[in-house]
């Protein structure tokens, strides 16, 4: 009869490629040698492509909320394979596709019966968006939905007219408006699907930023534009630095290329006569300050 040995490190193995939990595990150098499949469908990288790479090889690229990168001596694994003690934290993960991902992490050292320590696992899960602030939203019409990630131009213009309808019964809201700078020198060189490309990355990225009750969607071939119920005035400043500060860090591979995507954010809360043409005129306006003030 068959029996499992406490050596039988190839069922070991199996065991770890296929928990539904993703992780990866490294050497002393931060070699990778193992990536699982939950792994793969978190991160989007195959274990194909990462497997004997270091994971300081600009694969995941973590990030904290600020947009602070912790590669190098910040990041979790690297503090837990220098102490040698276990951490948990909550970070950004930079996705295949460029857009980032929140994932709770948790960096765990792996040692011999000895104690010597001989490389370290790093086990992470998605979060959920922040929670949402006051009462509830009317959710848009999910059939409106783009294939690329947030809504689309009609769906978000509705769900805007749906928050000026709210606004006359004292529900304040705010938008922002991102735009992508750099994206008539990357349509120039490859093509306006590059565009869509970085619009999808942001949209992807800044959902995972924002509330629940929050939606954004193309609002133009180089915008986006979020809708943010219950949003006092006061907290845009910070929403829109930490934002920007996050979508700095996003990124779009194309064609094997990843190219870097330069953007500006402006914000508005609204007020009593807005229009919401009048309403997304003074994001605009704020995007024209931010570049007399650059």
């Known amino acids: 009869m068959n029996t499992i040995t406490p050596f039988d490190a190839s069922l070991f193995r199996s065991v770890l490629e296929n928990l539904p939990l993703a992780l990866y595990i490294v050497d002393l150098d931060r070699r990778i040698l193992l990536w699982n499949e939950a792994a793969e469908k978190i991160s989007g990288y195959l274990a194909a492509e990462v497997v004997g790479r270091h994971c300081s ?3 995941l690229v973590h990030c904290d909320s600020q947009g602070a990168v912790l590669c190098g001596d910040s990041c979790p694994l690297a503090e837990t394979m220098r102490d040698g003690r276990q951490r948990e934290t909550k970070v950004f ?5 460029g857009h980032r991902v929140p994932v709770f992490v948790r960096a765990v050292p792996l040692r011999q019966p000895n ?10 899960e998605t ?4 929670p949402e602030q006051g009462g509830s939203v009317d959710e848009p019409d999910p059939s409106r939905k783009s294939e690329r990630g947030g809504f689309d131009r009609l769906s978000i213009e509705a769900l ?3 928050r000026f309808r709210d606004f006359v019964r004292h529900k304040p809201f705010a938008v922002l408006l991102i735009r992508i700078e750099n994206a008539g020198q990357v349509a120039g060189m490859y093509g306006w699907p590059a565009i869509d490309g970085m619009t999808e990355a942001v949209s992807r990225t800044a959902t995972s930023s924002l509330r629940r009750t929050d939606h954004i969607g193309r609002w133009a071939r180089d915008r986006l534009l979020a809708v943010m119920p219950n949003c006092p005035e006061w907290q845009l400043p910070k929403i829109t630095e930490r934002l920007q500060d996050l979508l700095a860090q996003t ?6 290329e990843r190219l ?9 809360s609204v007020r009593e006569g807005d229009t919401p043409e009048s309403l997304v005129a003074r994001c605009e306006e704020a995007l024209g300050s931010l570049e007399r003030t650059s």
Request: aromatic letters at 8%; a neutral charge.
């Open 57 to 59: 090889d600009n694969i």
């Open 93 to 97: 993960l930079r996705h295949r596709g």
């Open 115 to 124: 104690g010597v320590l001989v490389g370290a696992v790093e086990v992470f």
């Open 127 to 130: 979060t959920e968006a922040p």
């Open 160 to 162: 805007l007219r749906a």
């Open 251 to 256: 990124s779009v591979l194309w064609w094997g």
């Open 260 to 268: 870097s995507i330069t953007l500006s954010v402006g914000a508005a």
